[in-house]
């Protein structure tokens, strides 16, 4: 359609101002002002300006139909016949506010829906043709929209029969194994009792897809837009900004209780120590809960059927506030009772440190951080700065020679928090440089001379370190002060900076359309000291240890519509609290023992056999034939999960600053006695004592 983009703005700030003196009364109205004020905000706030023609519609376009039906389940060719029109259409209809298309879309899948379950009720209902020998393809990018209803259904019987088969196969080792459940169970039980467990997944999916509201398809269109802008621009409803919030900030207002849906039910699945549901102590872990009232209000609601966004928004509350529980025991007898909300802090998100012994007995300092966690919302809340620095103090405190900050799949966080953290290794100095849309860069400084910690420093990474982590990894890498050991090729490779726009902001008053939600919006790109990005490329770590994803293509690049790489001029920068001495020394002698060392041969080895997997998308519907490949693979998978049973790192132990905290608590003694399970048995962590041993010997 006709490029309309530089009109966009104003339309938008006329729809804002005619809202504002004439408040919506229905969803359309509501939508539309919801679908202009995200177009407003990317237009003036969005790291780079994208035009709002033909070409952004068609990207839409495919974008949305990928989520809509990616693996082929619902919408023939047909369908896609009556979509193709809307393909340059979007554009359009986002500048005048009007979701036609998304109508038509959703209806289609709806239909889809209803005609696919008669499909699979059908195909489950009597035991599939098992010695036949046909094949079927399980990736989705490589099988085409069905041309019809029939080959829509052949589709859903060859997915059915290979789900089936690898129920089946399970429950036929189980029963080889003399499982007590299986072994006096006959060919043709297990086969039904496949066929039975398939169709209760799929019935209990169906009903989550049924009770799914307009908000849901409104909300997988608008972020099939924003995403066209670049992977990390999207819009939050109310409750997915809250969750956000409290994934960023460890903190909650509730009754300290996780819960999840269990086929028409809301289930308990933990309770988190410390929260009031916990000191309360009637609420159990598995407790159904059937129906809520606030306060002392008689009048209950019955959440049967309820989707767990809802019931989460009934339970949560101001901290002081009661709410009231009917629920339902294991054992069947059903209970009411109140709880006081409060202030819940989820610790299992916060830093946490080890002492370590290397294989050569110097004592190593370890830190875990999960995420670059901060509680924007809250001047008390937690900061994964202030944390790092007491966990930094207390390892000093022990005299350890040297630590190991480990980042392995942590996704990144606050901007701030991680400037600040890298400061604490080097005397004041450029970290990052940020540049906005049509701006020069800004270099954001340490501008605290003093060094928390100048000794011996190794960051851990993989190729799911992203964003925060990779700001503080490239900075330390640029300066010299750490040794980068990485799982990977390179980390995840998000060099972009986001932030968060209500949308209520730009309508005044207008209370019956709000809350709109949020955008979460790129607006700013960040490069490192040296002027490189991380965009796309990662940080290269110094010394690449082999993983199982070695050879696969994973990170930024992989997603749809990622920014591209740039890089800008370098600033100056230096540190004088420590210097790597004699790290090509220190890296080959890692390179000689990783060539020498036999798990890492075979992870090696194991992750070549992973990519030829991956690339061999095509399986057998033949019993005999899958069992015998499922048989073969899972032999490579049990040889492969004993190359970590054994303990490889010594001397791991709490902090004694910490112990007291761990003891006073069973549930929290037990997660941290598992904790300190899997650190013994790491044997990445091993290789990077290791690698601390050289670096205190080169010094």
């Known amino acids: 359609m006709k490029n309309r983009g530089p009109i966009l703005f104003s339309l938008a700030i006329a729809v804002a101002l005619f809202l504002a003196f004439y408040p919506p009364v229905n969803n359309t109205q509501k939508e539309a002002a919801l679908m202009q004020t995200i177009l407003t905000d990317l237009n003036y706030y969005h790291y780079q300006s994208v035009e709002i023609d033909d070409t952004l519609s068609e990207k839409i376009y495919s974008l949305y139909l990928d989520r809509l039906d990616g693996n082929r389940r619902w919408l023939t060719q047909a369908d896609l016949a009556q979509l193709d029109p809307w393909k340059h259409k979007l554009d359009d209809e986002a500048k005048d506010g009007t979701f036609l298309f998304l109508d038509l879309a959703s209806q289609l899948q709806e239909k889809g829906i209803a005609k696919t379950q008669a499909y699979y009720r059908e195909f489950l209902a009597h035991p599939f043709e098992y010695n036949?020998?046909?094949?079927?393809?399980?990736?989705?990018?490589?099988?085409?929209?069905?041309?019809?209803?029939?080959?829509?259904?052949?589709?859903?019987?060859?997915?059915?029969?290979?789900?089936?088969?690898?129920?089946?196969?399970?429950?036929?080792?189980?029963?080889?194994?003399?499982?007590?459940?299986?072994?006096?169970?006959?060919?043709?039980?297990?086969?039904?009792d496949s066929r039975k467990e398939q169709l209760k997944t799929y019935d209990d999916w169906y009903d989550r897809l049924e009770k799914r509201k307009r908000t849901d398809h409104l909300s997988l269109y608008l972020n099939a837009l924003t995403n066209v802008f670049d992977p990390h621009t999207a819009y939050f409803e109310p409750i997915d900004k809250q969750n956000f919030d409290i994934s960023m900030s460890g903190r909650l207002e509730g009754i300290g209780a996780r819960l999840q849906t269990d086929g028409d039910y809301t289930k308990v699945s933990e309770i988190i120590i410390g929260g009031p549901a916990w000191k309360q102590g009637a609420l159990e872990e598995n407790d159904r809960i059937t129906k809520v009232a606030q306060g002392d209000d008689p009048v209950w609601t019955d959440i049967t059927g309820m989707v767990i966004n809802d019931v989460v928004q009934l339970i949560r509350g101001t901290p002081g506030t009661k709410v009231r529980l009917s629920i339902r025991k294991a054992d069947g007898t059903t209970q009411e009772i109140s709880i006081i909300r409060d202030v819940v802090i989820l610790e299992e998100g916060f830093a946490k440190s080890l002492l370590l012994e290397s294989p050569d007995k110097e004592k190593i300092g370890y830190i875990r951080l999960p995420k670059f966690y901060a509680d924007f919302n809250n001047n008390d809340g937690r900061r994964c700065a202030d944390d790092i620095a007491i966990e930094l103090e207390k390892l000093k405190?022990?005299?350890?020679?040297?630590?190991?900050?480990?980042?392995?799949?942590?996704?990144?966080?606050?901007?701030?928090?991680?400037?600040?953290?890298?400061?604490?290794?080097?005397?004041?100095?450029?970290?990052?440089?940020?540049?906005?849309?049509?701006?020069?860069?800004?270099?954001?400084?340490?501008?605290?001379?003093?060094?928390?910690?100048?000794?011996?420093?190794?960051?851990?990474?993989?190729?799911?370190?992203?964003?925060?982590?990779?700001?503080?990894?490239?900075?330390?890498?640029?300066?010299?002060?750490?040794?980068?050991?990485?799982?990977?090729?390179?980390?995840?490779?998000?060099?972009?900076?986001?932030?968060?726009?209500?949308?209520?902001?730009?309508?005044?008053?207008?209370?019956?359309?709000?809350?709109?939600?949020?955008?979460?919006?790129?607006?700013?790109?960040?490069?490192?000291?040296?002027?490189?990005?991380t965009q796309l490329k990662g940080v290269i770590p110094d010394i690449i240890l082999p993983n199982i994803w070695l050879y696969l293509e994973t990170g930024?690049?992989?997603?749809?519509?990622?920014?591209?790489?740039?890089?800008?001029?370098?600033?100056?920068?230096?540190?004088h609290a420590y210097s790597l001495t004699h790290l090509n020394k220190v890296i080959e002698k890692s390179a000689f023992r990783i060539r020498n060392n036999e798990v890492f041969q075979k992870i090696d080895e194991r992750a070549k056999e992973i990519k030829a997997q991956r690339d061999k998308s095509t399986q057998s519907l033949n019993l005999t034939n899958f069992r015998a490949q499922t048989e073969e693979w899972e032999a490579k998978d049990n040889a492969f999960d004993k190359l970590f049973e054994a303990e490889v790192v010594a001397g791991v132990q709490n902090l004694p600053a910490d112990i007291s905290g761990i003891e006073a608590d069973e549930s929290k003694k037990a997660r941290n006695d598992d904790w300190l399970k899997d650190v013994k048995k790491d044997v990445y962590l091993l290789e990077t004592l290791n690698i601390m041993h050289d670096m205190l010997t080169f010094r």
Do not use: C, H
Request: no cysteine; proline share 4%; hydrophobic share 35%.
């Open 132 to 192: 036949k020998d046909e094949s079927y393809e399980t990736d989705t990018e490589k099988k085409p929209f069905a041309k019809d209803d029939a080959e829509l259904k052949e589709y859903w019987r060859q997915a059915m029969k290979w789900e089936t088969m690898n129920r089946l196969i399970a429950m036929l080792e189980k029963k080889e194994k003399g499982d007590v459940d299986f072994k006096d169970k006959t060919f043709e039980e297990l086969e039904e």
């Open 397 to 533: 405190q022990n005299n350890v020679a040297g630590i190991i900050l480990d980042l392995r799949n942590n996704g990144g966080g606050s901007l701030r928090d991680v400037v600040n953290m890298s400061g604490f290794f080097v005397e004041e100095g450029p970290i990052v440089q940020v540049k906005s849309r049509d701006r020069k860069p800004e270099v954001l400084e340490d501008d605290d001379p003093s060094v928390l910690y100048n000794g011996p420093l190794i960051v851990m990474v993989n190729q799911f370190s992203a964003s925060a982590s990779e700001i503080l990894a490239a900075a330390l890498q640029d300066y010299g002060r750490a040794v980068i050991v990485g799982t990977g090729n390179s980390t995840f490779g998000k060099g972009t900076v986001q932030r968060f726009f209500d949308l209520d902001a730009l309508l005044r008053g207008n209370d019956d359309v709000k809350p709109l939600g949020e955008i979460k919006m790129t607006v700013q790109k960040f490069f490192r000291v040296n002027g490189g990005s």
């Open 556 to 575: 930024e690049k992989e997603e749809d519509f990622p920014m591209q790489w740039t890089q800008i001029e370098p600033v100056e920068y230096s540190q």
